[in-house]
């Protein structure tokens, strides 16, 4: 069953659609990745998530019943526009944030005593916010979305701003949080990291869902059928080998001759294995998947064409 | 906790705590003080200077100006003005008092100097050369038409009729002696005070608005609480801040005012001035000036304390009516825009309708009784500066409860109108926003 679902959720603007029908279903436990260019209706449908805005019709059910008004408390949201009152100190902005989250005070310094401590930033918490550079003001940002243990964990473009160093803390965390039980939706247009951490994902375009599915399925779905092959010397009876494919490419690299082909037929890995093994040397072989961001550019474009 | 309570006390703390809050806070009223403390001397200082003022005296009148003890009036005679007046100045005067030939056509003299002559000075000149020439036209006058006493008959003819006000104290339905000046004064400080105060702390509503914007935390805040709530949490927070600045002034003004009657007249009992005691005897035992005695009195019984409560009850409740009117309005004007420079179109109509309302109090004290009176205390835009002017001449109760109730139904739905404009401004950035927009946003149903 699904943790988190939208049904036919609408949002109007004066002059324009922001979400058309669109329904997503996030399964207890995943990484889901909420995927499209900018302007698509990502931020319109994480703010009816996060219950900013309502929808104009539809349904959203959390936990297989109907999303409540108390279960911002229940949720983490670090959004796209994100910031920090620049004159409060650290310390004293964390605690009011976490309290605004239903978090008693006590619980609050506990909590966050434990998190300063594990990024060891405990000497900031006199400082005022204005006196941190831009990354030590994400990490207390991140610290204040995940404090009250949210089951539903949602951050919006998380990486942009962040240097690298802080990135890769960020999604270690992300990784951990779900590894302890939360479910987590990542909004994003950098494809990078839709692969190195999500397990579901769905595509919005022009404020309507195109695609959803594990990231497994979904490059399977969208597998050309391609195999990359890499051997040392010309290959003997190529024609023979070759008649059931189409070459896509074909060159040399560092003494290696690498052969692209579509297997139009779908006959298999195997078989062409197989025939090549039979009288040449075979270095390499692997099917060419193609990557989140060759699906998307893929799909974007085709919905432009139609 | 509620979480609105949350949101309250982080604006009213982190105000409080403010280092420009405590200062304006403790020292106005001290600084007040200190002014009029001030004032006071600088009158009461006696100017101790001694000057040397050559005198050329070319008219008929003998000695126009007699030196005093610190000024010295020297006539030079027979000596050009024009010529002369810069060379007098090296001697060591410092000034040269022309006193023309035909002063008698002209009324007019010159006191030449290189200084800025002291104000006390050149009126002790003038009232010395016009009294020297009265007091010769009136020789003349008497030896012409043979009265000797005309002086002492003209100055019976004098007269001036003191008018005392008395109103009827509906209470225990005794007149009571009350004076207009000071009731005027009383409803325009009141009005005055409450104007800056929905001007400054309205401002700083839009401000704190346009500052969790700018900074982009409002998102983070608005996915934990309700847009509607941040905004009343905000606006609450802040009338609190005032609030307590009043009272704080309040508090300190009773204090300095029970010091300062301690330290001026110690022997006065207020309570027996405002029974009406016996002002002379009063005067004997106490070693007052029976003239200041009076002025006391006027007051004593002009501002007794039960009328003076039901005035702060109404301008606590008139501040809060009047702020909260014009609150939500400066949120929305803050949630509507990116940053402060482009609050203007939007201000500008409110600041109009404010500096009217002003004006309005400034009128309605000079006549608390048109019917420009009557309706700028009703209208609710106006009526929390106007109504405090009017209501220490006396204001029928129907019209109190009518202007109450029209502000109070007022504030909630503009606060209601306001909230849909806030909520989703706040989360819109880069979008230049007209008065259309703003009527769109009000007409959206989410």
């Known amino acids: 069953m699904a943790f988190f679902e939208t049904i036919n ?121 204005e006196e941190l550079s831009k990354g030590m003001a994400q990490k207390v940002q991140f610290i204040v979305t995940i404090l009250h243990d949210p089951k539903l964990l949602i951050f919006d473009e998380p990486f942009s701003g962040f240097d690298p160093i802080n990135a890769n803390l960020l999604k270690e965390e992300i990784l951990s949080l779900r590894d302890n039980g939360s479910t987590v939706i990542f909004s994003t247009h950098n494809m ?39 051997y040392k010397d010309e290959l003997s009876n190529k024609n023979d080998i070759l008649s059931n494919y189409e070459i896509v490419r074909e060159y040399s690299e560092n003494g290696n001759n690498i052969l692209e082909v579509k297997d139009p037929k779908a006959i298999g890995a195997n078989t062409l294995i197989g025939n090549v093994i039979a009288n040449n040397l075979l270095i390499s072989f692997k099917e060419i998947i193609p990557s989140m961001n060759d699906i998307f550019i893929q799909l974007v474009e085709g919905s432009k064409n139609n | 906790m509620n979480k609105i309570l949350i949101i309250i006390k982080r604006e009213f703390l982190t105000r409080v705590k403010k280092k420009t809050f405590i200062v304006l806070t403790i020292a106005v009223p001290f600084l007040f003080a200190a002014f009029y403390a001030f004032l006071m001397w600088m009158m009461l200082k006696s100017d101790t200077e001694e000057r040397k003022i050559a005198v050329i005296n070319q008219s008929q009148i003998e000695a126009p100006v007699k030196s005093t003890e610190y000024t010295t009036y020297e006539y030079v005679n027979e000596v050009d003005f024009a010529s002369e007046k810069n060379n007098l100045l090296k001697k060591g005067y410092y000034a040269v008092l022309h006193i023309p030939k035909n002063i008698w056509q002209l009324n007019k003299a010159e006191l030449f100097s290189d200084k800025q002559v002291p104000m006390d000075l050149k009126s002790f000149v003038r009232n010395q050369i016009s009294d020297k020439i009265e007091r010769i036209k009136r020789d003349s006058v008497i030896a012409e038409t043979g009265i000797s006493d005309l ?42 005070i409450i104007y800056i105060f929905i001007l400054m702390y309205c401002t700083q509503v839009m401000r704190g608005v346009i500052e969790e914007k700018s900074n982009r935390i409002v998102e983070v805040i608005v996915s934990s609480v309700k847009p509607f709530q941040l905004m009343m949490g905000k606006i609450v927070g802040i009338a609190l801040v005032g609030l307590v ?47 200041q005695l009076k002025v006391v009195s006027n007051i004593a019984q002009t501002l007794d304390p039960a009328f003076l409560t039901t005035y702060l009850l109404a301008f606590l409740f008139y501040f809060i009516g009047g702020y909260l009117l014009y609150a939500a309005l400066f949120a929305a004007i803050g949630a509507a825009v990116d940053n402060e420079t482009e609050t203007q179109q939007f201000m500008t109509p409110l600041m109009i309708v404010l500096a009217v309302a002003f004006y ?50 007022s504030f909630i739905s503009l606060t209601w109108l306001s909230g849909k404009i806030y909520r989703i401004g706040i989360l819109m950035y880069g979008k230049k926003v007209t008065y259309k927009e703003l009527w769109k946003w009000i007409r959206y149903k989410h």
């Open chain 1, 9 to 129: 959720i609408e949002k109007n603007y004066a002059n324009h659609k922001a979400l058309d029908k669109v329904s997503i279903s996030i399964p207890e436990g995943s990484i889901y990745g909420l995927l499209g260019p900018n302007g698509a209706g990502k931020t319109s449908l994480i703010r009816i998530i996060n219950q900013i805005t309502a929808p104009d019709a539809g349904k959203i059910l959390f936990n297989g019943r109907e999303l409540r008004p108390e279960d911002v408390n229940n949720i983490g949201y670090l959004p796209e526009e994100r910031g920090l009152y620049k004159k409060m100190k650290v310390g004293e902005q964390a605690i009011y944030l976490a309290t605004l989250k239903g978090l008693s005070k006590r619980d609050a310094l506990k909590k966050l005593k434990y998190w300063f401590e594990k990024f060891s930033i405990e000497e900031w918490w006199d400082k005022k916010v």
């Open chain 1, 192 to 230: 990078s990291s839709v692969e190195e951490i999500c397990t579901d994902i769905s595509l919005i375009n022009k404020s309507k869902k195109i695609v959803e599915g594990t990231v497994f399925d979904i490059r399977e779905k969208y597998s050309t059928n391609t195999f990359e092959l890499i």
């Open chain 2, 151 to 192: 002086d002492a008959r003209l100055a019976a003819t004098k007269t001036n009729i003191q008018l005392k006000t008395l109103k009827l104290d509906e209470g225990s339905g005794k007149a009571k002696e009350t004076s207009s000046e000071i009731l005027s004064i009383l409803g325009m400080v009141g009005g005055m």
């Open chain 2, 245 to 291: 600045q009043f009272l704080i002034w309040i508090a300190l003004i009773v204090l300095l005012v029970i010091v300062g009657q301690m330290i001026m007249m110690p022997n006065i009992d207020m309570e027996t001035l405002r029974q009406g005691a016996d002002l002379a005897q009063m005067a004997n035992t106490s070693n007052i000036d029976i003239d």
């Open chain 2, 360 to 409: 309005m109090g400034l009128g309605v004290m000079r006549n608390p009784e048109t019917s420009m009176a009557f309706w700028a205390s009703i209208i609710p835009f106006t009526s929390p500066i106007v109504m405090l002017v009017r209501i220490p001449f006396g204001v029928p109760a129907s019209e109190l409860i009518a202007s109450i109730a029209i502000l109070t139904g």
